[in-house]
């Protein structure tokens, strides 16, 4: 009687730590995917993006290319999705341009946007003026979006709208979607972190 008791709690044991073996083993790729959101291959994919979304920039909002020539470096930003209408969460990763080449990448995460409402999506250039505002945003542990960006902003032409004291602003923020420049978009509040693919 005291055998049949101990039987089985002898053979559960092994039964159960082969169960857990199992599930950790098929958990350890999901918890992996999640301490790095970028896996092996998405700093190309995160890339082309990025090419993308300046193509699109200076295609659709003129005076863009400007700011690409004289910037000491730009952070791009292909497509933030924001989850809810005034109140909700937004993310987005993206790549940080000096000479056109991509230096480091980076994640932006946001609990509120003040965009108008039904713009789910969208893309973002900061634009770093000066080498000290690259450098500040470079050494930041987590660089966060304050009043001193100056937006984009349409010109009745059509045009950006910069003349020789704002081109010369630290950084310089557009905000652009599938029509073009986004008017009234802000990213107060956006905090950008350095991410590794």
């Known amino acids: 009687m005291a055998d049949g008791i101990s039987r089985p709690a002898r053979s559960s ?3 159960l730590s082969r169960r857990s ?3 950790g083993a098929g958990a350890a790729p999901l918890l992996a995917a999640c301490g790095n959101p970028l896996g092996n291959n998405n700093g190309p994919r995160i890339d082309a993006r990025a090419d993308a979304a300046l193509d699109f920039m200076q295609q ?3 005076g863009t290319t400007d700011l ?3 910037a000491a470096g730009m952070l791009v930003m292909p497509l933030i999705t924001e989850a809810g209408f005034g109140f909700g969460g937004a993310y987005g990763r993206g790549a940080l341009r000096i000479n056109g080449a991509t230096v480091d990448y980076y994640s932006a995460v946001s609990g509120s946007f003040g965009l108008q409402i039904g713009a789910q999506q969208y893309a973002h250039t900061l634009f770093f003026m000066t080498e000290q505002a690259l450098s500040e945003f470079r050494n930041s542990v987590g660089w966060s979006v304050g009043a001193d960006v100056r937006y984009a902003v349409n010109t009745q032409a059509g045009a950006l709208g910069f003349d020789t004291a704002t081109i010369s602003e630290p950084v310089i923020a557009v905000i652009y979607g599938q029509a073009g ?3 009234g ?3 107060d509040g956006t905090r950008y972190t350095r991410i590794i693919p």
């Open 60 to 62: 659709e909002v003129p």
């Open 185 to 187: 978009a802000t990213l």
């Open 13 to 15: 044991g092994p039964a």
């Open 181 to 183: 420049l986004i008017i």
């Open 68 to 70: 690409v020539n004289n």
């Open 21 to 23: 073996l199992l599930l």
